[in-house]
């Protein structure tokens, strides 16, 4: 089954004049997207966890748990939780309760974190990097099997035949990975999905980590799991438009964060590229966004494709023309073209 | 030549393959038992050997240290003397300022000839290099220009900043971090610093 989904960060949005928006109007904007998103038909709506001024969206699940209470189909999840800094045991039961709340919608997406704000934040160390998502992914896939768990780790306390609640039905669980081989073979020795985040360059040179995610799958004697695709795009009813909406904002955001995690600071040359065929920008009218997103998927053996909208400094209205755009024009043409 | 790529992580398997592609031996080592990454190579880097780092470097003519920082410390420096060492790695999180990796790195890895490198691009801007500039810093003037030689054949236009100690201007708050820099701004900002 193919499926199709939107990713946030719940970057703060700014009005008409260009002024931001409070965190709290922009939370609560962001419930409204949420319910847009289910409304127009799309699959998944997933909310980033970050701790930063421009990304206030620090507790993902409460606002899932509100666009719960207004929906009907949609799944809700995050994209990612940062597992590494958070306790495995809580994560599980908020999702657990979600799960229940929303009669089975719920997913998660566990991630390393490719933002750490986190850490500092929780009083964890950058140097326990791995090992801390190693053991808590462990930790939460005993969870997942339900009924008591024993587990012994270095990370937090030791449960010994521990009921964990709420019980609720299992909730599709998948590992975001940046571009480490290793998050690949973590995802497919749990039998997790996988879900490549592919945020620069040129998407087809992850067709290998499919592949290797594939044969990892079997070694560890998995069934075939599916593959998706997390990307940041912009709809607007023309390529020129979609371009020069999102342009300003991704210069700004990418040229600060870029600094200090080491990617190239945006150029009118390098944007052109990103959005073009062979960019990891999904940036244009429906058509052209369908056509990348379908060539994507075949070429990378995907069956979800989260695209991730909004960008620091949009404006809601902006966001939600995006969400009706993607929900009515983007997904139909792009299943058109994968049938 | 021989190259041993150390670190199987982002880094790692892009370098191995633009080194074969570039028709250069290569070997990838991560840490622990070679069998951990067996699959990872064979599915990223196809015709990389998977050794122990002990193995690849014996048998190395250049050495690229591509694993996370902290890790360094848990190499056994025994291995690299007389071998030709090209440090890509940073910092992380960022250091408040510039703070160089490489004078640690040729102080503990005692007879090796460092040259920083490579760490101020990111992994998913190196494949094609397609010609990008990137800054070489080292002490012997012949390693050097083993790495720059080495930089060309994967595609890349190695530009020298100085000596070791010169390194920092390559590193996380340097205003040729993470920017797709021409030789020219390479040259410049050099000049200026020195």
């Known amino acids: ?339 | 030549m021989k190259i041993a790529v150390l670190g199987a992580g982002h880094v790692g398997p892009v370098l191995a393959r633009l080194a074969l592609g570039a028709g250069h031996e290569v070997a990838i080592a991560g840490s622990g038992d070679p069998s951990r990454i067996e699959m990872i190579v064979g599915f990223l880097a196809p015709g990389a050997k998977a050794l122990t780092a002990a193995d690849a470097v014996a048998d190395a003519d250049l050495v690229v240290l591509a694993i996370p920082w902290h890790r360094f410390s848990s190499l056994e420096p025994g291995a690299f003397a007389g071998k030709v060492v090209v440090d890509a790695m940073n910092h992380w999180p960022p250091s408040a300022e510039p703070l160089g990796t490489s004078e640690q790195v040729a102080a503990r890895l005692a007879g090796a000839d460092v040259v920083k490198s490579l760490n101020h691009v990111a992994y998913q801007d190196m494949e094609p290099a397609a010609g990008r500039a990137v800054g070489v810093a080292g002490d012997s003037p012949g390693a050097v220009e083993v790495v720059a030689s080495f930089l060309r054949d994967i595609g890349f236009d190695p530009v020298p900043v100085g000596p070791l100690a010169a390194g920092r201007l390559l590193e996380p708050g340097s205003p040729l971090f993470g920017v797709a820099a021409r030789r020219q701004e390479f040259e410049t900002h050099t000049k200026e610093q020195s």
Not at chain 1, 110 to 138: M, N, Q, W
């Open chain 1, 1 to 339: 089954m193919t499926t199709f989904g939107l990713d946030t960060f719940g970057d703060v949005t700014h009005d008409a004049s260009g002024t931001p928006l409070s965190h709290a109007q922009t939370i609560r904007d962001l419930v409204d997207q949420g319910v847009l998103a289910d409304q127009v038909g799309l699959d998944f709506f997933g909310i980033g966890e970050h701790h930063t001024a421009d990304m206030p969206l620090s507790a993902a699940d409460v606002v899932l748990a509100a666009i719960a209470a207004r929906t009907s189909s949609i799944h809700l999840g995050s994209a990612v939780t940062v597992l590494s800094s958070d306790d495995p045991v809580r994560v599980f039961q908020r999702f657990s309760t979600l799960n229940a709340l929303s009669d089975g919608r719920a997913e998660i997406i566990l991630g390393r974190g490719s933002s750490v704000d986190s850490f500092p934040l929780f009083g964890y160390d950058l140097a326990d990097y791995e090992d801390l998502f190693e053991e808590k992914t462990h930790l939460f896939a005993e969870l997942l099997k339900g009924g008591p768990v024993t587990w012994q780790g270095k990370t937090r306390a030791a449960l010994h035949e521990q009921d964990v609640v709420p019980h609720t039905e299992p909730f599709p669980t998948w590992i975001g990975v940046g571009g480490s081989p290793q998050s690949v073979v973590r995802a497919a020795s749990y039998g997790f999905s996988l879900m490549l985040a592919i945020i620069g360059g040129h998407p087809g040179r992850f067709a290998p980590f499919s592949e290797l995610y594939k044969h990892a799958l079997e070694k560890f004697g998995h069934e075939p799991q599916p593959i998706g695709i997390h990307s940041p795009g912009h709809v607007a009813p023309t390529d020129e438009q979609a371009r020069e909406e999102f342009w300003p904002h991704y210069l700004d955001v990418i040229g600060r964060l870029g600094k200090t995690r080491g990617f190239a600071t945006p150029t009118p040359e390098s944007y052109a590229h990103e959005v073009g065929p062979h960019g990891a920008l999904f940036v244009g009218s429906p058509e052209t966004v369908a056509q990348k997103m379908a060539r994507t998927m075949k070429k990378l053996d995907a069956s979800r494709f989260d695209l991730k909208y909004g960008i620091g400094g949009l404006s809601h209205d902006s966001l939600l023309r995006t969400i009706e755009l993607y929900g009515t024009r983007v997904v139909p043409r792009v299943r058109e073209l994968l049938d």
